[in-house]
């Protein structure tokens, strides 16, 4: 399995921005399609952008479409979530997740980091 941590969140303004990073370790990074989750208080995990293996594939959630965008840097085994013009219904704790199969659906990932926070305030 490959292990990730994320970083770069924090506390913002509606309307900021944020990019959140997600380091690999252990297997070959490139070998797996990434993806971002979220989960507010009292609701469930859902997906926010996936990326394939080599990166020419991407998907998002259609809340953050047009404002979120995934990349990797395979060389530098991260991840990449580019978070513009944030609101505040983007308040979550952030995941990144490694699975063989890029797929929107959480139970395809089998790595996951520990999350990290953002909280955007209005």
């Known amino acids: 399995q490959v292990q990730l941590v994320e970083s770069g969140g924090g506390l913002v303004q509606a309307g900021a921005s944020l990019r959140l990073s997600c380091a690999a370790s252990?297997?070959?990074?490139?070998?797996?399609?990434m993806g971002w989750f979220r989960q507010a208080p009292g609701k469930e995990r859902e997906f926010v952008a996936g990326i394939s293996w080599l990166g020419g594939s991407t998907y998002y959630a259609d809340s953050v479409k047009g404002r979120f965008t995934i990349s990797r840097d395979n060389a530098k085994s991260t991840l990449y979530l580019q978070m513009n013009s944030l609101k505040p219904e983007d308040t979550a704790v952030y995941y990144c997740a490694a699975t063989s199969r890029l797929s929107r659906s959480s139970y395809e990932y089998n790595s996951w980091g520990q999350g990290t926070q953002v909280t955007v305030s209005s």
């Open positions: 252990g297997r070959t990074f490139s070998s797996y399609a």
